[in-house]
């Protein structure tokens, strides 16, 4: 079986809809930081895939950029985390309501 | 113009004198009315030697450019001729010895600086409308003499009744203001132009200028004076007036501001056409008549001497209309000094008295208070027209140029009012200073102090002398081209030259003269009520104008207001404004459902979102 275009795209479509159902659906706010990271790296298969079936270098470049910028996001976001749960004692999101009025 | 920049001093110390006592000196009581009183008695002293250094014939501007507006350029100027300069000497010399007498009169007063204040800030625009070369500037300083008035009525504001009667008076002259203002700009729009002088000139050289409008504009601007002047039917703020101390009733109420309307007819007479004059004189003499109907049954000295002052304010507006500036200036003048007099006179009785102004209450005052009392004497002679005080001549000038105009019925009525005059001024003159003491206070009555009965008799001496110091002369040379120069003894046997309207005023003198004898020689109470029954009621409740003005304009204004209230509170608060609010809080509500504070609920929302947005912009 020849391997095309269609299927990367449609892994990567999978993990995409797995991080986001993981987004939506779970209660740890690390679960749903994982799911996030999910959905970067399915957005980077993507990328990656059409930057090899087009023979073009810029996907792969930018593909760089967002590994890059995740692992400083990564760095960020769980400090943040870290941070939320000696405030409050927990890291559900069900107790990170404060924004209701 | 020798010592161009004397008039601008002149015109600015009062104003300048007011600023430092609000700001700096209004602890202290003396400092503050020695700047007052300082700052005029300055303008006067430049005023000699400014009319010394250029004579009194003399005509001359001096003007900055103030703002200019398309074609509209406004100057801020001073015009200097015999009227604006008789006039400087009026507001000046009888306004200084005013102030001089306050000084006295408001001593126990622990507002004292404020009341100084307010006197000088009326002083800076008087002098302001005296010496306006154009009608803008004169209607500011018009108004600022409303607002000057205004807080002087009002200068005992714990008292409801002075209250009222400060709102009473700046609305009232407001109303008339309102059609000055209309009038001013509908001269401004025929003619393109404020400046009196450029006015002048340009209804000379061609007198139809003004067309079909003459008459309104000329009425529109008479408005103005109708408030100022207390002319009918604006003429009912006046006596409430005297709700102020008595300085203020002798300086703004009788002397100067509102011989302004008077002033501003004598400056702009040129706008005025035949029909608008003869409004003018009906609308005076009538004026001058209720008037002086009013004053025959009032109790209050100071009232008496109000209603006094209306009937003599439309005596002048009678002769502006009879097209007599000359006549209607020196009566304007000679009033000042005699009717300021009276009312300074008037004040010191009541010091006297302890605040009593009840004339049943006083009584043989003539002994306690000699001074005040010979005063008093002179300036009642000088109103009734007796020669040689100056009241005769302007008077007889007064009856003389109705008679030569051949306006028979309103000389016929100046001769009426002449002798209701001297009745009602004799009647209060035996009631006060004649006859028993009436009450313990008129037992008890002293003199006044020197600061007080000096002024007194510095008027005195002029409303003695006025007739024939030369005042006609320098009127004269304002209004009549061909005018020559009357010695003292030329002015002196002056009304001889037309002796018939003479010896009807004298007649008028004796007539009203021997019924106030005869009726208050001795009299305790009032013996005229009995005799006149219902006209007597009629005239002590003034005709009751005040009340079919509450019952008609003030009701139909409550009408309106009541109206209007209704439309704000219910159509545009309740409805308009109801809607839109509550149309924001209801639908605030509705979206605050959608704000749940769940973080996934958000996420959900977002990604519902682009989804959307995804297959609207690539899923057709």
Redesign the interface.
């Known amino acids: 079986m020849h391997i095309g275009i269609q299927h990367y795209l449609a892994v990567s479509m999978i993990l995409f809809c797995l991080g986001l159902l993981g987004v939506i659906m779970r209660r740890n706010l690390l679960v749903i930081y994982m799911s996030l990271e999910l959905m970067l790296n399915a957005a980077n298969l993507a990328l990656v895939a059409f930057s090899r079936f087009n023979n073009k270098l810029d996907g792969q470049v930018l593909v760089f950029f967002i590994i890059t910028v995740a692992a400083a996001e990564v760095a960020v976001g769980l400090a943040l985390i870290v941070a939320l749960y000696r405030k409050r004692q927990s890291a559900h999101v069900e107790d990170l309501t404060s924004m209701k009025l | 113009m020798k010592y161009e920049n004397l008039p601008w001093l002149i015109l600015f110390l009062p104003l300048i004198s007011a600023a430092v006592i609000t700001l700096f000196t209004l602890r202290s009581k003396t400092v503050s009315s020695l700047i007052s009183i300082g700052a005029v008695v300055a303008g006067f002293v430049m005023t000699v030697i400014f009319v010394n250094a250029n004579g009194m014939q003399f005509s001359g501007e001096t003007s900055l450019q103030w703002l200019e507006i398309g074609d509209l350029k406004a100057d801020f100027g001073l015009k200097l001729d015999a009227l604006s300069m008789m006039m400087l000497f009026v507001v000046t010399g009888v306004g200084g010895l005013i102030h001089i007498y306050s000084y006295g009169y408001m001593h126990e007063d622990r507002s004292m600086a404020r009341f100084f204040a307010c006197l000088s800030l009326f002083t800076f625009s008087m002098l302001g409308i005296v010496l306006a070369n154009n009608f803008l500037m004169m209607f500011i300083s018009w108004e600022l003499v409303g607002v000057s008035s205004y807080l002087l009525i009002g200068f005992w504001f714990e008292k409801p009744s002075a209250g009222d009667a400060a709102k009473k008076a700046f609305i009232v002259n407001r109303l008339g203001d309102f059609g000055f203002l209309f009038g001013i700009l509908m001269v401004w729009g025929l003619l393109g132009s404020l400046n009196f002088s450029a006015l002048q000139n340009s209804i000379t050289a061609n007198p139809a200028a003004l067309g079909a409008m003459a008459t309104t504009a000329g009425l529109l601007i008479f408005c103005g004076a109708m408030g100022k002047s207390a002319q009918f039917p604006l003429h009912v703020w006046l006596p409430d007036a005297m709700e102020g101390p008595t300085p203020v009733s002798a300086l703004i109420h009788a002397a100067t501001m509102v011989a302004a309307g008077v002033y501003m007819l004598c400056r702009s007479l040129f706008l005025f056409n035949a029909d608008s004059l003869h409004v003018i004189s009906y609308i005076g003499g009538f004026t001058a008549l209720i008037a002086a109907l009013m004053a025959v049954q009032q109790n209050d000295i100071k009232r008496i001497i109000a209603y006094s002052t209306l009937s003599q304010l439309g005596y002048m507006v009678m002769t502006v209309g009879l097209n007599g500036p000359t006549p209607a200036m020196f009566h304007l003048t000679t009033h000042a000094f005699f009717k300021a007099l009276l009312f300074l006179a008037a004040g010191s009785v009541i010091i006297g008295m302890h605040h009593e102004q009840d004339i049943w209450q006083m009584g043989n005052l003539r002994k306690k208070m000699p001074i005040t009392f010979l005063t008093f004497t002179i300036g009642t002679l000088a109103l009734c027209g007796v020669p040689p005080f100056s009241g005769f001549y302007s008077k007889d000038a007064i009856l003389a140029q109705a008679w030569e105009q051949k306006s028979y019925l309103l000389f016929g009525v100046a001769v009426f009012i002449a002798a209701l005059t001297t009745f009602y001024t004799f009647r209060l003159f035996f009631v006060v200073f004649f006859g028993k003491e009436k009450s313990d206070h008129a037992k008890h009555a002293h003199e006044s102090s020197l600061v007080m009965t000096l002024p007194l008799v510095i008027l005195a001496v002029f409303s003695f002398a006025g007739g024939f110091i030369g005042i006609t002369n320098n009127y004269g040379s304002q209004f009549v081209h061909e005018h020559e120069t009357f010695s003292a003894w030329q002015q002196f046997a002056e009304p001889f030259h037309n002796p018939f309207p003479m010896v009807c005023g004298l007649v008028a003198f004796a007539i009203g003269f021997f019924a106030a004898l005869s009726l208050y020689k001795n009299a305790t109470s009032d013996p005229l009520p009995k005799k006149l029954g219902g006209l007597a009621t009629l005239m002590k409740n003034k005709f009751y104008f005040d009340e079919i003005y509450e019952a008609t304009f003030i009701r139909a204004h409550d009408f309106l207001a009541a109206v209007a209230d209704w439309i704000d509170r219910w159509i545009l608060e309740g409805a308009i404004i109801g809607a839109i609010r509550g149309g924001t809080d209801l639908s605030g509500r509705a979206l605050?459902l959608a704000?749940?504070?769940?973080?996934?609920t958000y996420?959900?929302l977002f990604?519902l979102g682009v989804a959307l947005l995804l297959y609207f912009v690539l899923g057709k």
């Open positions: 605050r704000q749940t504070g769940n973080l996934q996420a959900f990604v």
